[in-house]
């Protein structure tokens, strides 16, 4: 499984996510400067105009993102979509754009989500390959701009859909409209303590503290996820400087994080959350933990040389730094 939201803070925008999966990849950080040329399936070969980093990996000289910003403030995360997910043959009255390239071609080109909104008005996700070792995954996108607007992309076998995000977080199955239409179960959820409409005039011990959120999902699945984050997100504090805002995105995100053991997806085989990351969307600094280590790594985007034509690839640093204080 995996989250993904947008948080507005302290008039900033952090998008993100968190990358739920039983094995990595070797995923790591990767700026593509604005010179470097994507070469496309079924398109014309074009030089990315604006710059982006992100979480990808590398396969012959190619950017596969996983989720990534680009310098105008623009995001988009993929998110596991198996199911309702369907790519189309080659349509000759469109752009076909294979799935793995829709990250690269809308970041190189669009600004804002109203930018998006229209390139898109021409793409079909055409069902091609990357290659053998890594066959086309079944995704669907949450796209978030620094006005903090967002949009759902869901390519189903009705068409390609783009949906507005009310509450600026996407997980995974059910489709989208499903997912916000289940929000109206839990519509009674809150911080504060609950009052008594069950037996009025009763006076209910209130045992403990947070029995507004007595009912709110805890579990691993997409649903729950969906839920608790909406929750989180929607009531968390906006921070008052980059640090206090950095750090309630990274709580927003670990409020729904998989700890190993709990989510078992064969024999001795446990989905978990491999990195969580953001990217402020107004300075283009990309932050991120992993499971290994929880400390905040940052890359700041306008610090590299943004001409250049060649990727930047950084190492995941993955080694956990206890601060001892004796
Ligand atoms: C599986 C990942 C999403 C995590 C997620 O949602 N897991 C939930 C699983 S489930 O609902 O519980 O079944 C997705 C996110 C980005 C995807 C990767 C990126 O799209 C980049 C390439 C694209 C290639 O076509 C396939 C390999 C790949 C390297 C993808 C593998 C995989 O599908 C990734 C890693």
Redo the contacts with the bound molecule.
């Keep these: 499984?995996?989250t993904s939201i947008v948080y507005s803070s302290n008039n900033h925008h952090y998008f993100g996510r968190n990358?739920?999966?039983e094995i990595s990849?070797g995923?790591h950080p990767v700026i593509t400067p604005r010179n470097y040329e994507f070469q496309y399936r079924k398109l014309p070969n074009k030089k990315a105009k604006y710059a982006m980093v992100g979480m990808?990996?590398v396969e012959d000289n190619y950017p596969?993102?996983?989720?990534a910003s680009n310098e105008e403030g623009l995001g988009i995360a993929?998110?596991?979509?198996?199911g309702p997910c369907h790519y189309f043959p080659e349509n000759a009255e469109k752009n076909n754009v294979t799935?793995?390239e829709l990250i690269p071609y809308l970041l190189s080109q669009c600004t804002t989500v109203a930018e998006v909104k229209d390139a898109l008005k021409d793409v079909s996700l055409v069902n091609i390959?990357?290659s053998e070792k890594?066959?086309?995954?079944?995704?669907h996108w949450l796209m978030a701009d620094k006005t903090g607007e967002s949009i759902v992309v869901e390519s189903t076998l009705s068409g390609l859909h783009v949906y507005d995000n009310p509450v600026h977080v996407l997980t995974?199955?059910p489709e989208f409209p499903g997912q916000l239409r289940n929000l109206a179960n839990y519509s009674n959820i809150a911080p504060a303590q609950p009052k008594n409409t069950l037996v009025p005039g009763v006076d209910l011990n209130l045992y403990s503290r947070g029995l507004g959120t007595h009912f709110l999902p805890g579990g691993m699945d997409?649903a729950s996820r969906f839920v608790k984050i909406a929750f989180v997100r929607a009531h968390s504090p906006q921070g008052n400087n980059e640090l206090s805002s950095v750090t309630n995105y990274f709580h927003i995100l670990h409020s729904v994080e998989q700890p190993k053991g709990t989510d078992e997806?064969g024999p001795n085989s446990y989905?978990y959350t491999i990195y969580s990351d953001g990217t402020n969307l107004e300075t283009g600094t990309f932050y991120y933990t992993n499971y290994e280590n929880n400390q905040i790594n940052a890359i700041e985007l306008n610090k590299e040389n943004l001409n250049g034509d060649e990727l930047t690839d950084y190492k995941l640093i993955e080694k956990q730094t206890i601060n001892y204080q004796n």
Excluded: K, R
């Design positions: 499984m995996c990358l739920d999966l990849f995923e990808a990996i596969l993102y996983f989720d993929g998110l596991n979509f198996d799935p793995f390959n990357f890594l066959p086309l995954s079944p995704l995974n199955n997409s997806v989905e």
